[in-house]
């Protein structure tokens, strides 16, 4: 199992970033996958998920009507859009599969891409 983010960077509040997942090493279109994030100094938080076939997605208070989970089964690649990004949005971003629908747990996730919201 291979999960590569890619998208990360620096970005003025209120901006926008799209983040990509590149899985590999599994049938991913068998899978739920989420979206998880870990700010400095503290602990790994649940963002967001997505069914297998991305019929049914799920979101974090915190960043519902902010932050879009999608993918593509046909690309094996997961996505988040991030819109009117905040300080505290600031975190590494990981992909991950497994788990609970709403939890950070995860049995497989991968390196992470820094996002960084400053002024």
């Known amino acids: 199992v291979q999960l590569v983010e890619s998208g990360g960077g620096v970005v003025q509040p209120g901006g926008s970033l799209r983040l990509s997942c590149e899985a590999s090493?599994?049938?991913?279109?068998?899978?739920?996958m989420k979206w998880v994030r870990q700010a400095p100094g503290k602990d790994l938080e649940w963002i967001s998920s997505?069914?297998?076939?991305?019929?049914?997605?799920k979101a974090a208070d915190s960043v519902r009507g902010r932050f879009i989970i999608s993918r593509d089964n046909s690309k094996n690649i997961l996505y988040l859009q991030m819109t009117n990004l905040k300080v505290d949005d600031t975190a590494v971003y990981y992909c991950a599969r497994g788990g609970p629908m709403t939890g950070a747990n995860s049995d497989y996730r991968g390196q992470g891409t820094r996002v960084t919201v400053s002024s």
């Open positions: 997505i069914y297998s076939g991305g019929e049914i997605r």
């Open positions: 090493g599994f049938a991913f279109d068998h899978y739920a």
